[in-house]
Every structure is written in C-alpha cells, then in structure tokens.
C-alpha cells in the first residue's frame, strides 16, 4: 500500500509518499506561502525536482497541487489518486480528546476543533489539511497521528502540575508532552538493535532539535516527559525559555510592560540558546562561537547539557534503572559535542561514551557510541516522523 504523510502548517505543507512494502519513500516535497502572495510547491519524484509557483489561497488548492504533482508526466509517481491507500496526517495537540491514532469521521472531525486552543498555531491547519484532502479523495481513509499520543500512557503523578485538582478538571492544564512520534519510532527502532523486545528496555529518549524533549520510555510505554501543556517546556532550545519559575514571569512582564499572550511570545522566540548567546538558535553557531571564546555560546551550550543530563538522570529514578540513552534529531543526530557534555557524569549511573564512536560521521544508520563496558548502551537513531505516522496509519487501515 502506498502512504500519503501529510504534516500542514498555517501557511505550509509538508508530504510524503510512502511506499509501505519497501517503506521507502517514493515522492515528497513542501508548499510554502499558502494563503500568502508568491506560493510555491518545490516537489521530489522520479529523481527529479519540480518548482510550481502559483497562487494557493488555501489548503485545499495546495493539496490539489500536490495530488497533481503526484501524477504529473515528468515527476509523477503514481498514474491516479487511486493508488493511495490512505492518508496520515500529522496533528501537534490531542488534549484528552485523542488517546491514540484516529480514523476520521464526521464526529472526530468536529471533536479535532475542540483541540484548537490547545494547538493554536497548528491544529487548525491540519484540520483544513485533512478537510482538503477528504474534498479531493473523498473514499480514501484518513486517519489523525497525534504528536501527543505516546505520552498518554504517563500515570497521573508524572502528567499532573500542583495546581488545584478543579482547575485541572474544568481546564484540562496538565503535561500532554510532545515529539511523540518521534520517541515512539527510536526507542523501537533502538530495541530492535539490540536485539530486545521493547518491555525489556528502559530508554531515555533524548529528541534534541531546535525543539527539544526528553522522554523516560519504560517497558516500551512512556512513563514521563519534558514537554508539558505545551512544547515551551522541559529544558531551554533554540528560542524557548524551557521551564522558569512562573513568578518570574510576572516579575518579567511587569518589568518589560507586556501581556500574558506577548510574555508566551517571548518565552517561545526570544529566549533559549539564542536568548542566552546573543547569537543564533543554530547549535553549529553555538559551537563555532564557543570555539572562538565566546562565553555567552559557551554558556548555552553548558546549559542545555547540563538541563538535558538532569532529565535523563531524573528519568533513571524514575524508571528505577536505566538500559540505554537515545540521541536522535537534528542536534542529537549530529553534534558529538552535546551527547559528550550530555554523558559526562552519568558514568556513576553506568553510562560510558566511546569517544572516538562518538565523534565518527553521521552515515545516517543506527551507531552504537557506548564503551565496550559501558552498562548503559548509548545509541545514536536517526529519527524519521514521516514514517512513524505512515506505520500508525497503515496499523489502523
Ligand atoms: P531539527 O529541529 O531536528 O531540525 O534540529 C535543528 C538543530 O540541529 C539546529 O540547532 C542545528 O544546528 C542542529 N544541527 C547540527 N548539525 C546539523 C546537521 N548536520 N544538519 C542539521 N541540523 C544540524
């Protein structure tokens, strides 16, 4: 069966076209500018690269354009739209509306806007993503992969914060995690390396990109994480603060004269590694400053190792014990720098790096970077969405 992954965003939309016998990926490309002057659809196929630039007021134009590009005599992969079993669609915020992937209906449709305040930015782009697709392959399934769904297994003591138990029935404020996706597909990925069943393993997942997020996966089920009611916790990133005392926020937004919703704004796009560097949220920026004498990169760098061997340190307590640590995304993926700083005192938990595994290329396979006599396996997974959510989607057609 052939997949389509579609992950839309207020004014983009990513896809790819997923082969499910080879699980490889057969067409792909983005939409940018979607409702906006100077929309363009660059899109993969047949080893070649197409550049269509016309006006996409909406979604549903920009889906058209994708199905068209699908089927197209140069870039086409597949002769109608026919051909795609179903569609998965990337969905950021579930709530406590969607325990795990869902089919699409009528009645999920209308319970997915409910989630909207919850994913303001996101949310209702893929619901017109998923609206779009239904006009255009009206029989085909759709189903919703929720970045939240792997956390919904936390107990109650890891996903609940201490406010009063009322607020958090009527408001539904509790940690909802996310990345989920993600930490599913590389703490699998990283059992079947090594040979174990996932109910075998406790994993610390650490997905380390310009969104950052920890998670303790135990027995295969995700017991804790460092995202909470919103991708803005857990440790600093790129340009998220990651957790503060909420007193100092007040403290702040008196002081800077801004709101609540401009104080969020500037926890999420001033702050983090960029706030604290003054130079980019780009960690081979960091790097290079660091390596040039600059303090203030050097000091982000710092902070975000030191924040990130905290949760995995917390999540070994936690779990009771501790199997293997994961490295995945842009920064866990290719940074040696942070898994070295991120593993450097752990070895009391029986956490060795091979520092010269560490330091080799990324060949974009699975790389064991543990010592021989390390007890705890450190592994190095690429992470792949796009897959996960095509896997979860074929599970449920
Ligand atoms: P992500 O959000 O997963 O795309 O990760 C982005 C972060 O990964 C940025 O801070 C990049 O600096 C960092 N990174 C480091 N090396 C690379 C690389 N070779 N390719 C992509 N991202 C990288």
């Known amino acids: ?29 983005n939409v940018e500018r979607i409702g906006i002057k100077g929309s363009v659809l660059k899109a993969k196929g047949n080893g070649h690269e197409k550049v269509f630039e016309q006006d996409m007021p909406d979604h549903k134009v920009a889906i058209e354009l994708v199905l068209h590009a699908l089927t197209d005599s140069e870039i086409g992969v597949i002769k109608s739209m026919e051909e795609i079993g179903a569609v998965g ?27 909207f305040e919850l994913g303001p930015l996101h949310n209702p782009a893929a619901a017109t993503g998923v609206k779009a697709c239904i006009e255009v392959m009206p029989h085909t399934p759709m189903v919703l992969v929720f970045d939240t769904s792997f956390h919904q297994t936390m107990p109650p003591k890891a996903y609940m914060f201490g406010i009063k138990y009322e607020d958090y029935k009527e408001y539904s404020v509790r940690k909802y995690g996310a990345h989920g996706t993600s930490h599913k597909y590389v703490s699998q990925e990283a059992a079947k390396y090594l040979g174990k069943k996932p109910e075998q393993l406790k994993i610390v997942t650490c997905h380390l990109g310009n969104g950052s997020s920890i998670t303790a996966v135990d027995g295969g ?122 593993c450097e005192g752990l070895e009391f938990l029986g956490v060795k790096l091979d520092k010269d595994a560490n ?39």
Do not use: W
């Not at 780009?282 to 000091?299: P, T």
């Not at 396979?365 to 396996?377: C, M, N, P």
């Open 1 to 29: 069966m052939k997949i389509l992954v579609v992950n839309a965003g207020s004014s983009s939309l990513k896809y790819q076209l997923i082969d499910m016998q080879t699980e490889g990926v057969i067409a792909k490309g």
């Open 89 to 115: 669609h990337r969905v950021v915020a579930s709530g406590e509306y969607f325990k795990k992937p869902t089919l699409v209906d009528d009645e999920v449709l209308k319970t997915l806007e409910k989630t």
């Open 221 to 342: 089920k995700c017991v804790d994480t460092s995202m909470g009611f919103t991708p803005l916790d857990g440790v600093l990133m790129g340009t998220r603060s990651g957790c503060i005392d909420a007193s100092a926020v007040e403290f702040l937004a008196r002081k800077k004269g801004l709101n609540a919703a401009d104080m969020v704004k500037y926890l999420n796009k001033e702050c983090g590694v960029l706030g604290i560097s003054g130079v980019s949220s780009d960690f081979r920026d960091l790097i290079a400053g660091a390596e040039g004498g600059n303090e203030r990169c050097r000091l982000a760098l710092d902070m975000f190792n030191y924040q990130t061997k905290k949760f995995v340190g917390s999540y070994a307590a936690a779990m009771g014990g501790l199997d293997c640590i994961v490295f995945t995304a842009g920064i866990g993926e290719n940074t040696p720098q942070v898994r070295e700083g991120v």
């Open 359 to 397: 330091a080799g290329k990324n060949t974009g396979a699975i790389r064991d970077i543990s010592a021989k006599d390390s007890k705890v396996k450190i592994l190095v997974v690429p992470t792949n969405e796009e897959l996960a959510i095509a896997r979860e989607t074929l599970a449920l057609v």
